[in-house]
């Protein structure tokens, strides 16, 4: 066999050893906690927007139900499909690269995105499916530039399409950014791809309506918060590229600009094509190959810049470096031999550096037995996952709801104050195997601090007679929005501390049940 038929199953085992190294390590109670919940709420027959409040199209909560379904509801199932999905990634990031770049350069591009992607712990969210699915979006496009045809113009559409039912605004970035080069070269096919990307969003709005989902809620949910609300709520300032130095020690400034440049990447890698390109456009040196990676990678990696105008930290970064990991390849294999090793170098050092030093930490404990101080989930859907010594007592919390509470009975799981926050822990009632006893399971600022939401709440909690609720006491702090703010509204707070009184103390949770 010539080896050269060994390389791609090599490189996919060698990516998800990688992945699996540390995948069963912490626990999301907020964003992996919503996907995972709502997958149960799903299972149980609800419907998202009806029955429970998503900002998120439902379409990680539905994959994540048909995992269940199939192999029961626990956070190994859910860890096993997430490493898929970004494994998977992988070899869409190899296959999409290698028709614009070498070999070397496709592994490059492919291997930064497990990196980045993997110490991002997008476990369960949305945002991995979303940016794998692009990924094949992206593949197809590609494919469709180097010889255009029915097929690959539809499959990169209906992709695009099925992104809209993961994050439905990473959906419309990938249909914008295809219609450019569409539009320069292609421009008949436009109405063939347009009718086939919303084709799927908008068979998805008509099955939710048609099952019962009240359309204004849908619009409300999906389409008026996220452009109104979300924005007052969850803004953040934009980190300093170059931090300040003071009485800093040297390593921690070293981590501050390591982690300014990761967050600016994007922004330098769009400056850095558009000055290349100006001067190789100069000299009469870009070829239609270059245009069409232009014209892909760059409307998305601006595109995709739209997700950390609210939320500009490392988190929300993160995606916008995959199509500018792509700017970065094009730019690499136009420069000279020099520049483009330092290039590689210094990408290697500022993606890999970090991420590789967890994984060392990680193999150590796993071959060379070193002592680590670590808790292992007894809970039986964390069976298997491991974390820091101070989650015992978040264990503890659970397992006494799971004695006191029948399976059938509902409970309520929410902040110590209802009039702020920022987080909510979503996940306690997954662990707990318990519902949630109000359609807003998911605590969000601006829209469960608003008084008719809270009254909705409050009757919700009446109605099923809730015995139990968990207040988490760290509902963290953002002071440059709305969520570190007081409503003003305190009708759940008042109805809790009325009807129920404190039985328990966990530390950051506090268990009360109501009164007789």
Not at 30 to 58: I, K, N, Q, T
Not at 272 to 297: K, M, P, Q, T
Not at 316 to 335: I, N
Request: contains cysteine; positive net charge; aromatic residues 12%.
């Amino acid at each position: 066999m010539d080896r050269r038929d060994l390389f791609l199953p090599t490189f996919v085992i060698g990516n998800l050893a990688y992945v699996l190294v540390g995948s069963l390590h912490y626990l999301g109670v907020d964003d992996e906690g919503c996907a995972l919940y709502g997958a149960l709420r799903v299972l149980a027959g609800d419907l998202p927007y009806r029955d429970f409040w998503s900002v998120y199209s439902p379409g990680q909560m539905y994959l994540l139900a048909g995992a269940f379904k199939v192999f029961g509801a626990s956070l190994l199932v859910e860890r096993a499909v997430s490493v898929a999905i970004l494994v998977g990634g992988s070899v869409l990031a190899y296959f999409a690269a290698s028709l614009i770049f070498s070999r070397s350069g496709a592994v490059l591009t492919s291997v930064l995105w497990t990196v980045s992607i993997d110490s991002s712990r997008f476990y369960g969210n949305t945002m991995l499916s979303t940016l794998t699915l692009s990924l094949a979006a992206w593949l197809f496009l590609l494919l469709f530039l180097r010889s255009p045809g029915l097929v690959p113009l539809l499959a990169s559409a209906l992709l695009a399409g099925v992104v809209t039912l993961f994050r439905q605004d990473f959906g419309a970035y990938n249909v914008l950014a295809a219609l450019l080069p569409l539009t320069i070269w292609y421009r008949r096919w436009i109405p063939a791809y347009v009718a086939a990307a919303v084709s799927v969003p908008a068979g998805a709005v008509v099955a939710l309506v048609v099952a019962g989902v009240p359309a204004s809620e849908l619009m409300a949910d999906v389409v008026w918060f996220p452009l109104t609300g979300y924005a007052a709520a969850r803004r953040l300032p934009w980190p300093a590229l170059i931090p300040r130095t003071g009485g800093a020690a040297p390593l921690d400034v070293l981590w501050d600009l390591v982690n300014g440049f990761r967050f600016y990447f994007p922004l330098m890698a769009l400056i850095g094509v558009g000055v290349a390109a100006a001067w190789l456009a100069r000299r009469g040196s870009l070829s239609r190959r270059d245009f069409e990676v232009l014209a892909v990678f760059g409307p998305l990696t601006v595109l995709f810049l739209n997700q950390v105008r609210v939320r500009p930290d490392m988190a929300h970064s993160v995606p916008t470096w995959v199509p500018a990991f792509f700017l970065l390849g094009w730019l690499v294999t136009r420069l000279a031999p020099p520049a483009a090793r330092f290039v590689l170098a210094a990408a290697g050092v500022v993606f890999g550096i970090i991420p590789l030093l967890s994984k060392a930490a990680f193999l150590a404990v796993l071959l060379l037995a070193v002592q680590v101080p670590e808790f292992t989930y007894s809970l039986p859907r964390a069976r298997g996952i491991t974390d820091t010594p101070a989650r015992e007592r978040y264990e503890a919390v659970i397992e006494y709801i799971r004695r006191e509470v029948a399976p059938d009975e509902p409970i309520y799981v929410g902040n110590y104050r209802n009039d702020m926050g920022v987080t909510s822990d979503v996940l306690f009632y997954f662990l707990a195997e318990r519902h949630s006893a109000t359609k807003y399971h998911e605590l969000v600022p601006g829209v469960t601090t608003r008084s008719d939401v809270q009254a909705t709440m409050v009757e919700d909690l009446r109605r099923a007679r809730v015995r139990y609720v968990i207040l988490r006491r760290d509902i963290g702090s953002e002071p440059s929005n709305e969520s570190s703010r007081s409503s003003g509204v305190h009708l759940l707070d008042r109805y809790i501390e009325d009807h129920f009184r404190p039985v328990m103390d966990f530390g950051n949770y506090l268990v009360a049940r109501r009164r007789e």
